[in-house]
């Protein structure tokens, strides 16, 4: 009997030095404050914040660049051990702000919004803060700077990554071709995330146009919900295994990618 209490008692510290590191939920917004409490700082010191806006993307839903860094760090949390923080839905749309159930914020709004929120996950004690970006343009400069501010004023390290620029080598690894704004690439890991969110049934070719090479011309709107980073590449194919392949890639990179930014930063003692 006694030897059977042992082994129940074994099991529980065992259960509970499991549990310290694993919390509940890797997402902020699903977690109790006493469990983040428990983990962070001391056992988490890195978080993800994923950010985006809402715009047109050809035949997948207009929140492709929310879905798709949300389902990206919820991909890659565990094994980066770092939390999520709640998607920021809401950005500086740009040239396609015209289309129907777009949205534009201002630069003015969004980036001392941005940067309260950077401010206050570095407060609540996270060394590490990563933002998974998933719209371009005018919003990638505003969250380097914004980052780059806060690293310095506050001691934290900070990381933003487009991760269909950074991918760029995983779309010609998968597809042998280029992809685009709602293209081959965007849309295939979308797919692999949610095929319920690509229509393909509205599909034409037509609504796809090449971006102009520099001084050429300019548009605005932009005439197409999607952008062909190459002319005659990067249409989507809607091929299930590809977008699959695609989204682990992708994610796998990514993943390595951080975590050899923080090795590099701890390395040198930042």
């Known amino acids: 009997m006694k030897k059977l209490l042992f082994s129940f008692?074994?099991?529980?510290?065992?259960?509970?030095?499991?549990?310290?590191?694993?919390?509940?939920?890797?997402?902020?917004?699903?977690?109790?404050?006493m469990e983040f409490a428990d983990f962070v700082p001391e056992h988490i010191t890195t978080v993800l914040l994923p950010t985006g806006t809402l715009e047109p993307h050809?035949?997948?839903?207009?929140?492709?660049?929310?879905t798709a860094p949300t389902a990206m760090a919820k991909d890659i949390a565990e094994n980066l051990n770092a939390l999520i923080a709640p998607t920021l839905n809401y950005g500086i749309?740009?040239?396609?702000?015209?289309?129907?159930?777009a949205f534009q914020i201002t630069e003015e709004a969004y980036r001392p919004f941005i940067r309260d929120i950077v401010k206050g996950l570095a407060k609540?004690?996270?060394?590490?803060?990563?933002?998974?970006?998933?719209?371009?343009?005018?919003?990638?400069?505003?969250?380097?700077?914004?980052?780059?501010?806060?690293?310095?004023?506050?001691?934290?390290?900070?990381?933003?990554?487009?991760?269909?620029?950074?991918?760029?080598?995983?779309?010609?690894?998968?597809?042998?071709?280029d992809g685009g704004h709602a293209g081959l690439n965007e849309t295939a890991y979308i797919q692999a995330i949610d095929p319920t969110l690509v229509?393909?049934?509205?599909?034409?070719?037509?609504?796809?146009?090449?971006?102009?090479?520099?001084?050429?011309?300019?548009a605005s709107p932009f005439p197409s919900s999607?952008?062909?980073?190459?002319?005659?590449?990067?249409?989507?194919?809607?091929?299930q295994a590809q977008a699959d392949e695609y989204f682990k890639k992708v994610n796998s990179k990514v993943s390595a990618f951080i975590q050899d930014i923080i090795k590099k930063w701890d390395m040198a003692g930042l």
């Open 93 to 101: 749309t740009g040239s396609m702000a015209a289309f129907p159930g």
């Open 124 to 177: 609540n004690g996270f060394k590490n803060i990563i933002i998974l970006n998933g719209h371009g343009g005018g919003q990638t400069k505003v969250l380097q700077e914004v980052a780059a501010e806060v690293a310095n004023e506050l001691g934290v390290r900070t990381l933003v990554l487009n991760w269909w620029s950074f991918a760029s080598d995983i779309t010609f690894e998968v597809f042998d071709e």
């Open 226 to 239: 999607i952008g062909l980073y190459k002319e005659g590449q990067g249409y989507p194919n809607f091929d």
């Open 199 to 218: 229509h393909k049934e509205k599909y034409s070719t037509d609504m796809a146009t090449a971006y102009p090479a520099s001084g050429t011309w300019s």
């Open 58 to 66: 050809g035949v997948i839903n207009n929140g492709a660049d929310n």
């Open 9 to 33: 008692s074994l099991a529980l510290i065992a259960h509970a030095a499991l549990a310290q590191l694993n919390p509940s939920s890797r997402e902020m917004d699903r977690i109790n404050w």
